[in-house]
């Protein structure tokens, strides 16, 4: 018989690799799924069971105000309410973006339009190096620098949102920054040219057109860096005081979600309510990081519809 | 844009006695999706001879090509019915290996696509892949492919450069010799001559002429004067059918179909 | 105002901008550097740390973060390649696929602490693997794997495909062309986000200090055999890295020095991710180079 058709008619050591490769490569994505739905589940069952186990009612958890899941109230309930870390993690959160965001969106436009050469030389490397700093490091430096800046100033002690707001700004800054950069680099090249032509300045021509068509990017970056700042933990830690009391102003000692977890979760014991009603507070923490992811992909097809 | 009737056709017919075949299709369709590319060919392939497929872009004659080894079963989304017999199998069925069936039926692209690799590793990449490790036959088999492809003479000093940096004509016949360092029975060829100057296509034109002493040959081509020159058979494609199939210096001077003779005079469309 | 005026007063406000934020890194770099750089030397980068007086080093947390970074980068390069190699070359575009990538993007934003809490639950005390080495490991190959195969797929779609067509002719299959052709292809790429993804392990502290633990126990460097508990090498022992120390002794730090080890500490830290950071695009240059050229 034909040796080649003989040949056809057998599987190949090829196919055996590739089917073998195929596999290989399916186990390892089917991993990372699994250990998506891992973080969720084993996160939900803790962070659910100060709800179904300890009887806290969800919305005492998310609106009161005292932090102290080992003492009881009046009422014989024990004192679980989040919303000081709530707020304080929404607070520098917010308070940081709205302070990067000039920066960030001015940057970006220095390095796409006003003068590429320098931005790639010099704006460019300068972000990447800030992307690269560690957040201990920023923690270290807030700790410092900013916070005995902030006592000098304003008084108190210098810890609190204040103090967590220009650190999370610096190390959101460089996230927010490349995001613009990318969505300004993409509007096309004629609108510009079309606006000079009609006797726009490169300001009017800036802020009128390129910014408002990389609008949704831009949206997108600023989300980007507010997801960021929210799940940020050790840096925030370090600066922000660490006491779980709604923050009466921006200088004095409150908490964030984040910081709560890091100096809690090793000093209570695991099945305690007090370790309970911290799972929720990350299990909080890993929903919002859902609601910013799609928020994201909200501003993403919201954008492509235009 | 003149519409011509996909009903008049002429394939001449080999007869297996006489012509040696290597290759028969039988109502190969081609399917992207829901559109069908390639509507119901039939038609041989002599051994040992070149046949051309000419036809304006998008008359199916690249996608009929690529579907001869199964180079479409990467594409999702598409699908090939019909039958390709080769040795006695239709390899288009899943019984057949697909991967042993690409050694004996080769192909070279319309781009040149040489590995990042040497020039001796270009081509002693996948026999060595094949288990071929003894390097006097490597080096044999170096030298005869690119003497085959008639480049020989402009690399043998540097076989270990790399085959990016040669020029583009040069690229493409390492490609060409890549592919016959396998040996194989057929080679198909994507209008490998589109990309390159008219002095690299003469050469490369050449070597197809020598090729054809060990090989099958079946070639796309935009070029009609290409066809005319190097090929023993021509087939003409129309929107997504062989309209035509005849020995090459009848479609050239006597075609029976009208729209391949306006195609090969130039009146087309 | 004129608007030209406007655009004169905005383009300066721009470059005030720009400069500010190189000050901004200026200022940091030279802070850190001038107030760590002193601090640093032979004796601190070798010595073990010391809880209640003044002189410790980082010796042990040096070694620490190195070991738990080769240690999560032996195990999270091949996951990421599998499935970077998994989306790039054989996913088919369908409801599934756009489920893998959404859940590849959701790990990639959780914050390091969840992923932390995470390891901590199931390798800390499910697997009772405590806190070790290994825990950590794993806690950092979560955090790390999907940049890392997101950068693997970006780096194998940068390869045409006409490569894997040349291979494919050749009769090799899909999986010999990406492994022998394209993988060597894409290369540069992807050791150069392999190198940034060690730079980002090697600072990372918030997955760690609950998985890799925050204790650093005395090291017998003599001793080399990894089941021997003061064995360096000893996977399972708790082992507090160089960024995991940082945040200690700033927080709970009990030390006279504190303010002066962690500077120091930090200059160490902040050297090292910048030489990652000048590995990457230096070394991703330069095999780049070498690839294409003749």
Redesign the interface.
């Known amino acids: 018989m ?1 040796p ?2 003989e ?9 055996k690799l ?1 089917r073998r490769g195929h596999l290989i490569s399916l186990a390892c994505i089917s991993l990372i799924v699994v250990v998506v739905l891992a973080i969720f589940f084993f996160v939900a069952s803790r962070g659910l069971a100060t709800f179904f186990t300890n009887k806290i009612n969800l919305f005492t958890f998310l609106t009161k105000s005292t932090w102290a899941p080992a003492v009881k109230d009046a009422h014989g309930i024990p004192q679980v309410g989040a919303l000081p870390m709530i707020v304080g993690s929404f607070g520098v959160t917010f308070l940081s973006a709205v302070v990067a965001t000039p920066f960030a969106v001015g940057a970006a436009i220095f390095m796409t339009e006003i003068s590429p050469n320098l931005g790639k030389k010099i704006l460019q490397p300068v972000i990447e190096l800030l992307v690269g700093i560690p957040s201990v490091v920023y923690g270290f430096i807030g700790l410092s620098v900013i916070v005995p800046v902030i006592r000098t100033v304003f008084g108190g002690t210098g810890f609190g949102i204040l103090a967590g707001t220009f650190v999370l700004f610096v190390m959101i800054l460089p996230t927010v920054t490349s995001m613009t950069v990318d969505a300004l680099k993409a509007v096309p090249r004629h609108y510009r040219e079309a606006s000079l032509a009609l006797g726009g300045t490169r300001w009017q021509t800036i802020s009128r057109v390129v910014l408002r068509a990389a609008m949704p990017g831009i949206l997108t970056g600023i989300v980007f860096g507010m997801a960021r700042a929210f799940g940020e933990a050790l840096a925030v830690q370090m600066v922000i005081g660490n006491a779980a009391l709604l923050p009466k102003d921006l200088i004095s000692p409150a908490s964030t979600l984040t910081s709560v977890l890091t100096s809690g979760i090793g000093n209570t014991v695991m099945g305690s309510l007090e370790n309970n009603a911290l799972w929720s507070l990350a299990l909080l923490l890993l929903l919002m990081s859902l609601a910013f992811n799609l928020l994201i992909r909200w501003i993403g097809k919201k954008g492509e519809m235009k | 844009m003149q519409n011509y009737s996909l009903d008049d056709t002429y394939i001449k017919t080999l007869d297996p006695q006489t012509h040696e075949l290597a290759v028969t299709t039988k109502d190969l369709r081609v399917f992207y999706g829901d559109n069908e590319a390639v509507h119901g060919v039939s038609l041989p392939f002599e051994r040992y001879k070149i046949t051309a497929l000419i036809g304006a872009s998008g008359s199916g004659k690249s996608t009929f090509l690529r579907s001869l ?1 199964r ?1 479409n079963d ?1 594409i ?1 989304g598409s699908r090939v019915t019909g039958e390709i017999m080769y ?3 239709d ?1 288009n069925s899943q ?10 039926i ?4 319309q ?1 040149p ?5 040497s020039i001796y590793d270009n081509i002693t ?2 026999p060595r ?2 288990g071929e490790k003894r390097k006097e036959v490597l080096d044999e088999l170096v030298e005869t492919s690119l003497k085959q492809a008639a480049l020989w003479d402009q690399v043998k000093d540097n076989l270990y ?2 085959g ?2 040669l020029s583009g004509g040069q690229q493409q016949r390492l ?1 060409i010799a ?2 016959i360092a ?1 040996k194989p ?1 057929v080679l198909l060829m994507d209008e490998p001559a589109s990309a390159l100057d008219p002095i690299s296509t003469s050469t490369v034109e050449d070597t197809l002429m020598a090729l054809k002493e060990h090989f099958t040959i079946i070639i796309v081509t935009h070029n009609m004067q290409q066809a005319a020159r190097i090929s023993d058979y021509t087939a003409f494609f129309y929107s997504g059918q062989a309209i035509e199939f005849d020995e090459t210096r009848k479609i050239f001077t006597r075609p029976k179909i009208k729209a391949t003779d306006d195609y090969v005079s130039g009146h087309f469309g | 105002m004129s608007a030209k005026a406007i655009d004169k007063m905005m383009t300066g406000v721009l470059y005030l901008i720009a400069g500010i934020i190189v000050l901004l890194l200026a200022g940091l770099l030279g802070y850190i550097l001038v107030q760590g750089l002193p601090h640093v030397s032979w004796h601190f980068l070798t010595s073990p740390a010391k809880s209640f007086e003044a002189g410790g080093g980082i010796g042990i947390q040096l070694f620490n973060s190195f070991y738990l970074l080769l240690l999560s980068m032996v195990i999270s390069v091949p996951l990421a390649l599998g499935a970077g190699i998994y989306l790039a070359e054989y996913a ?2 369908n409801w599934l696929t756009d489920v893998v990538r959404t859940a590849i993007e959701i790990l990639s934003s959780l914050p390091s602490v969840v992923v932390g809490l995470f390891g901590f639950l199931v390798f800390v005390l499910q697997f009772k693997f405590g806190f070790s080495i290994l825990s950590g490991a794993l806690a950092l190959t979560m955090f790390n794997l999907p940049l890392l195969t997101r950068n693997v797929e970006d780096s194998l779609r940068q390869v ?1 495909f ?13 999986w ?1 062309t990406v492994v ?2 394209v993988i ?2 894409a290369l540069p790429g992807i050791l150069t986000g392999m190198i940034l993804g060690a730079g980002r392990v090697f600072g990372e502290a918030a997955a760690l200090i609950y998985t890799a633990g925050q204790s650093a126990p005395a090291l017998n460097f003599a001793d080399w055999n990894p089941l021997h508990i003061a064995s360096p090498l000893n996977p399972f022992r708790p082992a507090e890295t160089l960024a995991v120390h940082i945040w200690k002794i700033n927080s709970e730090g009990i030390q006279p020095d504190a303010a002066a080890v962690s500077a120091g500490a930090s200059a160490v830290l902040i050297l090292a991710v910048l030489a990652f950071n000048l590995l990457a695009r230096w070394g991703g240059n330069r095999l780049y180079k070498r ?4």
Do not use: W
Not at chain 3, 291 to 294: D, E, K, S
């Open positions: 034909d080649i058709k040949a056809m008619l057998h599987r190949s050591h090829s196919a590739e | 080894n180079m990467n999702e040795r006695g199998v390899i019984a057949v290996d697909v991967y042993e069936m690409r050694k004996h080769g192909m070279v692209f781009r696509n040489p590995f990042a690799k990449f996948a892949r094949f450069q790399s990016l940096s490609c890549r592919a396998m029975d | 088919k575009k045409g006409t490569q894997r067509e040349a291979g494919l002719a050749l009769g090799l299959s899909r010999e022998h052709v060597p292809e690839m294409t050229a003749g």
